[in-house]
């Protein structure tokens, strides 16, 4: 709360003279809310699956039952069998704690992007693809541009189609979804909302699928990190830090 | 600038008020309970959300129960520490000498032996043991709910926690009288129709099904009623958080 204040003057000191800034300030606060409860979440999850790196579906699951999925890493538990005779170094406690704080950054932060963003129009203008970017040759004119390395020109002042539809599958899908699983492997919760879990096929099948949503919000992570590098690294994160629209190739 | 002075004064405001509402919600969180034993230090504030949410939307929810169907062919006891001299002599004697103490704040402490336990109502579940570290298993639970043995020895009105002891040195929890009171929470003697085996805590083990398997302490000996965890171990509400694990197990 007390970090706005410095924010706001930061973009309107060092914006261009009345051009609104790149980012608006509810997407800069909270997208960097996001990547800190994510990395530290992504981190925490990590560590937390060694204990036990096998998935499985249906209801139950366990040491004496055969995995769908085994990681064939080594376990931090000897209560696993992993065919290593050593077990790596234990930190689960800590690593749920924090996986379990971090989750209700996440969750607190998606409530007022979610709520901010539907009061400001950032879905309906920036997300949903615009009416002439709403066809499949408009979808192959990005990635043709993206294979070509052809410099963006509108880029720096607006999503293309492609980005928007990334955006709208991580924002509506991917990280609610996420959130969904995780809740579901809450027994506590479970007890009060037992469809949560049910209706995912039961708890082994929701941990299933919590692990697999989280390679598919890494994979977009790590696309999207690459983007930003190949499209000039500090010029779009400070675009989402302070707002500032000036790129090297506008000057 | 003087709409840069507005939004400035606009957030200090929103900041101000953030402050006192956080203030003011600390206050109630204490004078309702609803701050954990472990929620000091830096994952205090993610703690005492996730137990103040649960308290205040599932505390009288029901854990998940299965058909006979769904019960574990494989059941998985988890690794024990070699038990210490004391169980081993019980489990010579088949266990007809284990008791069970019910002290602090209540009417009538009282020693119960097994037979004293199995005279109460009993009850069975079939429920879900879900451990931390990921794997699960569905079965049978047959014992006394714990109320009953709470109603026998008159809990005093100011009591709010529960704290049990296993016979295995420092291995010892505590649950709030939410879940002490809940008809789920079963002095366990028997599983899946047979007696309570050693592998999964017999011959007495407090099941609560609402929260992680490390909250269900097996081979207990010792109740202890009181309105402070303050005066136990390091304060923190049980051995778990002194090893760096949270107090409050439902998430």
Redesign the interface.
């Known amino acids: 709360m007390a970090a706005s204040p410095t924010i706001t003057n930061i973009s309107v000191s060092r914006t261009e003279a009345g051009a609104p800034p790149r980012h608006s300030l509810l997407v800069r606060v909270t997208h960097w809310l996001t990547t800190i409860a994510f990395l530290a979440l992504l981190v925490t999850g990590l560590e937390i699956v060694i204990s036990h790196p096998r998935f499985y579906w249906g209801e139950t699951g366990n040491s004496g039952t055969t995995p769908w999925l085994n990681l064939h890493i080594p376990a931090s538990r000897d209560t696993v069998p992993t065919g290593y005779g050593y077990t790596m170094p234990d930190q689960n406690g800590w690593s749920r704690y924090l996986h379990f704080e971090a989750a209700w950054l996440l969750v607190i932060t998606a409530l007022i992007y979610g709520v901010g963003s539907l009061l400001n129009g950032h879905f309906r203008r920036d997300l949903v693809p615009a009416p002439g970017q709403r066809s499949w040759s408009a979808i192959r004119a990005v990635f043709a541009r993206y294979l070509r390395r052809a410099p963006d020109i509108e880029g720096a002042h607006t999503y293309n189609v492609v980005q928007r539809l990334s955006y709208l599958g991580v924002v509506f899908v991917l990280f609610p979804f996420i959130i969904w699983t995780g809740l579901a492997l809450s027994p506590g919760f479970n007890a009060a909302f037992p469809w949560f879990v049910n209706v995912l096929g039961g708890r082994q099948s929701a941990r299933t699928l919590h692990f697999l949503d989280t390679i598919a919000l890494t994979l977009f992570f790590l696309v999207h990190v690459a983007m930003v590098a190949l499209t000039g690294f500090w010029t779009r994160t400070r675009a989402m830090i302070t707002g500032d629209t000036r790129s090297k190739e506008g000057r | 600038m003087s709409l ?1 002075r507005r ?2 004064i606009t ?2 405001l ?2 101000a008020a ?2 006192a509402g956080l203030a003011a919600a600390d206050r109630i969180a204490k004078a309702y309970g609803l701050i954990p034993p472990d929620g000091d230090g830096i ?1 205090g ?3 005492t ?2 137990y103040a949410t ?1 308290r205040l ?2 505390r009288h ?4 129960e ?1 058909p006979r169907s ?1 019960i ?1 062919e ?3 006891g ?2 024990l520490a070699p038990p210490i001299e004391a169980f081993k002599k019980h489990q010579a004697a088949g266990f007809k000498d284990w008791t069970l103490s019910v002290d602090g704040m209540v009417a009538h402490p009282t020693v119960f032996s097994l037979a004293d336990l199995r005279s109460l109502p009993t009850k069975s579940q079939i429920t ?1 043991v ?9 079965a049978e639970w047959i014992g006394a709910p714990l109320h009953h043995v709470l109603d026998e020895v008159g809990v005093a009105p100011q009591a709010r926690y529960v704290v049990y002891r296993s016979i295995e040195k420092d291995w010892w929890e505590s649950i709030d009288m939410a879940d002490a009171a809940h008809p789920q929470t079963f002095l366990t003697m028997g599983m899946n129709n047979g007696e309570l085996p050693v592998q999964f805590g017999g011959p007495l083990r407090l099941r609560v ?4 398997g490390y909250k269900s302490v097996k081979f207990i000996t010792q109740l202890t009623v009181t309105d402070s965890m303050k005066k136990f171990g390091k304060g923190l509400g049980s051995a778990s958080p002194e ?4 107090w409050y ?3």
């Open positions: 840069s939004k400035l957030t200090g929103a900041a953030g402050v994952y504030p993610g703690e959300l996730t649960q939307l599932t929810s029901m854990a998940r299965f769904m574990s494989k059941p998985f988890n690794e879900e879900v451990c931390e570290e990921g794997w699960s298993y569905v099904p609402r929260q992680l090893a760096g694990y949270a197990a439902g998430i």
